[in-house]
């Protein structure tokens, strides 16, 4: 079992932050102060009682902003990791278990779309693809899918070959019980932690594209696009861009120290009890 | 060097090549998902039916898709990268100058990264397990989290408009000294070192901690040998493929991670160059940029794997 | 030599080790690190020229006593207490420059793995002289002349130019010794052997043990001789000690420890393998019959592993398949279980014909045909606990479910000696020896009528193995199965065979009963083999290496 003071403290932090910005991402409604797009004075306003973070480069309330930002950042971050998540895991596990040209033609094929770099491919395929959330969405998912598909396809290969494996087939399993009672389980604790990096990749990657412009579109808030919008004041010396550049960054780090303890914990194949 | 080996070479090689082709392939098919087509972005949505018939037949858009993909390649091959749609110039040109200006750029930042990681990687595996290990991988795990654009902005911040020390603009022309560029540079080739480096130190400790693990290490202590010769003779000769390879790797990152860089300081070079014409939606400019990007990304790769098949002796000398 | 003149001091002792505490820090997952203590006041004396067999079980600490004599721990160890002296003087007070001196030059190493002990990227006459070289007692040209030599009195192919070779271009048996040469070159007093022909197959194994042991009676250098094979270093050594749990047990001569142990552990580990099995008369129907067995890897065009097999087993006993690496006896198990379709052939069972691939095959013959593997850690689901592996079958085979199962389960559990308090634990909290026995078991959960056994005792210790080999024949009879057991291990064959058959390169080149197959005349293989098995007596290795008629493979 998982006892609580077994939780190292930067794990704890991690998991701590993340939730807050989970928390932040989904009442953001109820928990902001302003509307998202509501101009609320004049532009670029220090921090004051009323404006905690001051206010951007329309005069809107930056916390405002930065509450709704969440929503928008990891909603799209968290239905990118999900559809890369999902399609690479199973096609990765298919792979490994079937075998043949069916591995084969899917290896290549992943070998090639990796072969140019993420961002490269992103913004050829941008230029030609309308600028929605739903575009940016499946982008997103199915070029970070290959990564996915490395790991899920290696991980069940090497435990396939095992003999425990070996013993279920003699036995007379059938797929359905190699898959789900013999593989998965003890493939779980590496994939779990993937998943944390890819979230985080994921992030990045939305914010990098908002901030080229090519993200999600304005008034719409998101954190990339807000430093974006607010960039014109850094030569000023106004630091609003730095706000929403450090909410990325923190929400990275976060959810980084819960993936990494995770990865620690599973690094062995001992299996069994208190590796969650 | 033996023939195997030069096979092995030529094969890696050859692979290359063909993945290269294969990804001009793909790279025009992904410009091919267009709803429209190029004639209606241009002209616009009040264009009459008569000048957009025109225009697609001196764009050749009536042809069947592998006929423009293969006038396309055909091109490429022959330095003709096609013309801009929004303004018209000659995309090769436009090109030359700005692929020079990233180039500068990343070497810069390769000059600076490459022997700071390895020596940082160096003193991580020096001082395993103890403070300056803990205190390197710990500065990994936060620069990975870190977005190009947080460090940018840092840096102006902080160094161009609290000290002033360099400008927040990297504004580079031709008449410009090699020192007045290096001052220009400054700023994003240190965002981009920062943004490599944790990775590259991290990558570069696992390489030299796995040899510096070998038995054969084992047997050279025990043979008496100083620190010194052990790593001179026995770890060096083996660590060095790995850290060819960490390298390659990170500079085909670098090479990725100029494209933000460079929006972020409004540097010429070529990744603004692709950023600008993609929400233009300039198809031609966005495919020859995405072309070299990709090629740059490749050859560095091929490099890291040559570099691995000539240093492994079992390769070299054959049974 | 300067030999004779350092002789002359402390009466001939070389090495004093008295007293030494080893110790090390362990971080297990999860938990906390924490303090383990590898050796435990370990004191032992070695005379100039003489050899001492360390030897004991994995965890004994015995390798680890052999690299303290160089001042060096591996990965993490630290020698906490006691004193090591060395020539006269103790080197765990000289600082790190004095153990430089004394490694390479006083006291050298032969490794387990000799390929891993290599440096791939060196030639291998730069690394046998580079100690020797560097420690300034010969020049290049003199140590490069005494290594031709040394590879010479080794009985290495090629002397003369097999420097010239990288590591990886030599084999296995070679390298080993290309190892003892590199260990001789320096001409040191003192040499660590570690488990130097563990590695190696039985046949190269007597190879490289005669070729060890002509060299250091040769050069008269002292030696630590450590293996866990105590028939091995009675060949070898002029004393053994025997180790336990990082403690001495028992010290003496040679011939006193073999043939009048004092210690009970030192008595069991004599009497290892002396398992006592009445060989059965066949019955007149076998149980699985293989007849004219052709298999390949990667179709019929490949490189055909079994040519032409054929053997039978009967009822309630046990065919052993007896073969070094790349024998083709575990291809064989593969293609009785169906994992392998052979090209030409057919295997008979209980009366029935089997479908050559696995997926033809009906339930039954899945049940009534086992297997346990050599690997018992990975030949269960580290995620299932005891009560999930054994009770799978039951729900599989039987469609036993809850209470029934359970109750089937405990029984199977006391039936391999280890009760039901062991129906919650997951694999990783068993011994290696327990391991084997839920594997036992699983298999014997399906009521099957053959278990193929492949090398289910090589990766145990001795006494270990030996009490899975009284299982095994217990619950033989009992339950009345059959086992096909394979294994490269004459001694256990001798233990538990009814019939054997020998197999060298693919093909079955002697079979029989065990009374005809152990009995002369032997053909030259058997002859070979048989004569490589250590037998635990004084002056075995002589007299084996003068009777033989055939080469090893590693040679």
């Known amino acids: ?276 | ?319 | 030599m300067a030999k004779t003149a350092r002789e002359v001091k402390d009466g001939g002792l070389l090495l004093d080790v008295r007293d030494l505490k080893i110790e090390a820090t362990i971080y297990p997952p999860g938990e906390d690190p924490r303090q383990v203590t590898i050796v435990d006041g370990v004191s032992l004396q070695l005379k100039r020229g003489k050899v001492l067999g360390l030897i004991g079980e994995s965890g004994a600490g015995k390798s680890t006593i052999g690299l303290a004599s160089m001042g060096y721990g591996r990965g993490g160890v630290r020698i906490t207490g006691g004193e090591v002296i060395v020539n006269g003087r103790d080197i765990l007070k000289g600082g790190i420059a004095g153990l430089r001196k004394l490694r390479g030059r006083e006291v050298c190493y032969v490794a387990q793995s000799a390929a891993a002990a290599f440096n791939p990227a060196h030639q291998l006459m730069d690394q046998v002289v580079e100690a020797a070289v560097r420690h300034g007692t010969l020049t290049r040209a003199e140590a490069a002349k005494r290594a031709v030599e040394l590879f010479k009195k080794l009985g290495l192919p090629n002397p003369e130019t097999i420097g010239k070779r990288y590591p990886h271009q030599v084999s296995g048996g070679q390298l080993q010794r290309v190892m003892t040469a590199m260990a001789l070159c320096s001409d040191p007093d003192l040499i660590v052997f570690d488990e130097p022909t563990t590695a190696l197959d039985v046949t190269t194994q007597i190879d490289v043990l005669a070729a060890i042991k002509d060299a250091i009676r040769d050069f008269g250098v002292a030696a630590l001789y450590i293996t866990h094979d105590l028939a091995v270093v009675a060949q070898v050594s002029d004393e053994i000690m025997v180790l336990r749990h990082g403690k001495m047990v028992e010290h003496g001569e040679t011939e006193q420890i073999i043939h009048h142990p004092r210690q009970d552990y030192t008595k069991a580990l004599v009497s290892v393998r002396s398992i006592v099995h009445e060989e059965k008369k066949p019955s007149p129907e076998p149980l699985l019959k293989v007849d004219s067995i052709t298999a390949a890897y990667g179709g019929t065009a490949g490189v055909k592993v079994l040519k032409n097999v054929s053997v039978e087993l009967h009822p309630g006993q046990t065919l052993a398949v007896v073969g070094e690496s790349g024998s083709g006896k575990s291809t064989l198990a593969r293609v009785i279980t169906g994992l392998l379709p052979p090209i030409e052939g057919s295997v008979r069972f209980a009366g029935r014909t089997l479908s050559r691939a696995l997926a033809q095959r009906t339930k039954d013959d899945l049940r009534e045909l086992q297997m346990i593997y050599q690997m018992a850690d990975v030949a269960m689901n580290p995620r299932q606990t005891v009560a999930t592996i054994i009770g799978r079958p039951l729900e599989f085979y039987f469609g036993m479910r809850g209470a029934e199962r359970d109750r089937r389960v405990v029984e199977l559990l006391d039936e391999i000696e280890m009760g039901a308090k062991f129906l919650d634990r997951y694999p990783a909290e068993l011994s290696g020896g327990q391991k084997q026995r839920v594997c036992i078991a699983r298999a014997l959960a399906a009521k099957p009528k053959l278990i193929i056994c492949d090398e289910v005792t090589s990766a145990l210790d001795p006494l270990v193995a030996d009490g899975i080999l009284k299982l095994l024949l217990n619950l033989q009879k009992i339950e009345n199965v059959a086992y096909l057991f394979i294994t490269h291990d004459l001694a256990t064959v001798k233990a538990i065979a009814d019939s054997i058959a020998v197999m060298y390169r693919g093909e079955v080149v002697r079979y029989g009963s065990k009374s005809t197959v152990l009995a002369p005349p032997f053909d030259a293989y058997t002859d070979l083999l048989l004569s490589s098995v250590p037998a635990m007596e004084i002056g075995w290795l002589e007299n084996a290496i003068k009777g033989r008629r055939m080469q090893s493979a590693g040679n």
Request: proline share 5%; charged share 15%.
């Open chain 2, 1 to 319: 060097m033996s023939a195997p080996v030069l096979k092995l070479v030529a094969q890696r090689v050859g692979l290359g090549l063909l993945l290269l082709l294969a990804v001009s392939v793909l790279i025009f098919t992904g410009t091919q998902l267009l709803p429209g087509d190029v004639a209606q972005a241009i002209l616009g949505q009040s264009a009459t039916p008569q000048a957009l018939e025109n225009l697609r037949r001196d764009l050749g858009l009536n042809d069947p898709a592998y006929i423009r993909y293969l006038n396309w390649l055909g091109g490429v091959l022959t330095g003709d990268l096609g013309v801009a749609l929004s303004n018209g110039q000659d995309i090769a040109t436009q090109l030359g100058k700005r692929l020079g200006n990233t180039l500068f750029l990343a070497s810069v930042a390769a000059v600076v990264s490459v022997p700071l990681s390895i020596l940082l990687g160096l003193l991580a595996v020096r001082y395993r397990n103890r403070w300056p290990d803990k205190l390197i991988s710990g500065t990994t795990l936060i620069s990975i989290s870190l977005p190009e654009f947080f460090i940018g902005y840092l840096l102006i911040y902080f160094v161009a408009v609290q000290l002033g020390w360099f400008p927040s603009v990297s504004t580079v022309y031709e008449s410009m000294s090699f020192g007045e560029r290096l001052a220009a540079v400054a700023l994003p080739a240190a965002t981009l070192t920062l943004v490599v480096l944790a990775h590259m130190m991290r990558m570069t400790r696992a390489a030299i901690l796995n040899v510096m693990q070998s038995a054969y290490i084992e047997t050279a202590e025990l043979k008496g040998l100083s620190q010194f010769d052990i790593i001179r003779k026995h770890a060096f000769p083996n660590a060095v493929a790995p850290i060819v390879n960490v390298v390659m790797l990170n500079l085909a990152y670098l090479v990725v991670g100029v494209v933000v860089v460079e929006v972020i300081f409004v540097y010429p070079g070529m990744g603004q160059y692709l950023v600008d014409h993609v929400s233009k939606r300039d198809v031609p400019v966005v495919q020859a940029c995405g072309l070299i990007f990709a090629a740059v990304y490749i050859s560095l790769n091929i490099i890291a794997d040559v570099v691995a098949i000539v240093a492994n002796p079992r390769l070299r000398h054959p049974k």
């Open chain 1, 1 to 276: 079992m998982l006892k609580l003071s077994r939780i190292p403290a930067s794990a704890a932090i991690g998991i701590i932050l993340t939730a807050a910005f989970v928390f932040a991402a989904v009442f953001a409604p109820w928990i902001a102060p302003y509307g998202e797009g509501q101009i609320v004075g004049s532009l670029w306003q220090p921090s004051s009682a009323a404006h905690w973070l001051g206010t951007d480069n329309l005069g809107r309330d930056l916390l405002s902003r930065m509450i709704y930002g969440a929503r928008t950042t990891l909603l799209i971050a968290a239905l990118a990791t999900a559809l890369s998540f999902s399609m690479g895991s199973i096609l990765g596990f298919t792979a490994a278990v079937v075998g043949g040209w069916i591995d084969q033609v899917m290896s290549r094929l992943v070998d090639l779309l990796m072969s140019i770099p993420t961002l490269i491919f992103a913004l050829v395929v941008l230029s030609v693809l309308p600028a929605n959330t739903l575009t940016l969405i499946l982008v997103m998912g199915v070029l970070d899918s290959t990564r996915v598909y490395r790991l899920a396809r290696a991980v069940a290969v090497d435990i396939n070959v095992m003999d425990f494996v070996e013993a279920a087939k003699l036995r007379g399993e059938g797929r359905g019980w190699i898959i789900f009672r013999e593989i998965l389980p003890n493939a779980l604790s590496p994939l779990v932690a993937e998943l944390g990096l890819r979230f985080i990749f994921a992030v990045l990657f939305l914010s990098a594209l908002s901030f080229l412009g090519l993200g999600v579109q304005p008034p719409e808030a998101d954190w990339g696009g807000m430093v974006k919008e607010n960039k014109e004041g850094i030569v000023f010396g106004i630091p609003a861009a730095l706000i929403p550049a450090a909410a990325i960054a923190l929400l990275a780090i976060s959810v980084n120290l819960v993936a990494d303890w995770i990865l620690n914990r599973t690094t062995d194949l001992k299996g069994g009890r208190g590796n969650g």
